[in-house]
């Protein structure tokens, strides 16, 4: 049985919020120092990036409505086979400029399909 795709950007939107959580009140070199936010921040930019994957997959119209979808699956696939040359600062400048427009957009898309 395939999931519906609203699952998938509830699944985008969920993560999404849960970094926006573990770094509340962090600066660049608070994160840096931290192993365990970033192996959170991380693990959830996975479930961000394979839940993009998936639903490209299974509604290309919906996932095109995501600016950047091909780039965040890029990343997703760099967090898993590319993790001994991630930059913790590559990653710390995707939370504060790039996250917050997917999570606005994943809300739209959410709010249109209720």
């Keep these: 049985m ?18 926006q959580g573990f770094t509340q009140g962090m600066d660049a070199n608070a994160y840096a120092s931290h192993a365990m936010a970033q192996a959170a921040v991380e693990r959830k930019f996975e479930v961000i990036g394979e839940a993009l994957n998936q639903l490209a997959k299974l509604d290309p119209s919906m996932a095109s409505r995501i600016p950047d979808l091909p780039k965040i699956v890029a990343f997703r696939n760099q967090l898993i086979h590319g993790y001994a040359l991630l930059n913790v600062g590559t990653v710390w400048n995707i939370v504060q400029n790039a996250l917050p427009g997917l999570l606005s957009t994943v809300e739209a898309l959410l709010a249109l399909e209720d």
């Design 2 to 19: 395939q999931r519906d795709p609203r699952a998938f950007l509830w699944d985008v939107r969920e993560a999404a919020r849960a970094i």
